[in-house]
């Protein structure tokens, strides 16, 4: 088990999103029992996918919801899944989608990720990554109840970040294209 073996990108064409749709299937319908129009809504294509490869193979997939730009912008993070046997032997890969997420988020320039927790064990886990519940009331649905979790992301403006800013031509040619771009002239820098 290497970190160095997960890969995680944006999803980028339709066969992509499919095998995003199917790691959904699998994790929160067949291994949790939920029904499919809680999985699957409207919201799917207004967000943005990301795909975690392990060893070359998708297992594992994270959405990227934009909710509002006011006051610094606001994200939900939602629907991570990673499939049982890559999540039983590699607990890295949940961090790469994290990872990738709060890049993928700073780069839109968002300042606030709001998320939802329903197994008070997975609050720890949320926790490391520097999500606190909001103090709101428990959401309760459909029998379930689910903590709001918020997570304030500093607002990164150094001369390091303005060197790769990104032109409306790189923009509009292929966004995940000049995120990852952006993200391999980061790495480098």
Not at 100 to 109: L, V
Not at 123 to 140: S, V
Not at 146 to 170: C, F, G
Request: aromatic share 10%.
């Amino acid at each position: 088990m290497t970190k160095s073996a997960i890969d995680v990108a944006i999803v980028k064409s339709l066969e992509e999103l499919e095998l995003a749709y199917t790691i959904r299937r699998e994790v929160f319908m067949d291994e949790g029992g939920e029904p499919e129009d809680e999985q699957f809504d409207g919201n799917d294509f207004c967000s943005v996918h990301l795909i975690a490869k392990w060893d070359g193979v998708v297992c594992g997939t994270m959405r990227i919801r934009i909710i509002s730009m006011d006051e610094g912008g606001t994200a939900m993070w939602e629907r991570l899944a990673v499939q049982k046997n890559a999540r039983e032997k590699n607990p890295w890969i949940f961090r790469s989608l994290l990872l990738n997420a709060k890049r993928y988020t700073e780069f839109m320039g968002l300042r606030t990720v709001l998320g939802i927790v329903e197994n008070p064990k997975l609050m720890r886990f949320w926790r490391l990554y520097g999500f606190k519940p909001t103090g709101e009331k428990p959401l309760n649905y459909r029998g379930h109840e689910y903590t709001p979790i918020k997570l304030s992301l500093a607002v990164r403006k150094n001369e390091d970040t303005m060197k790769h800013a990104v032109t409306l031509r790189q923009a509009v040619r292929a966004f995940p294209d000049v995120f990852a771009q952006v993200q391999d002239a980061q790495a480098q820098g």
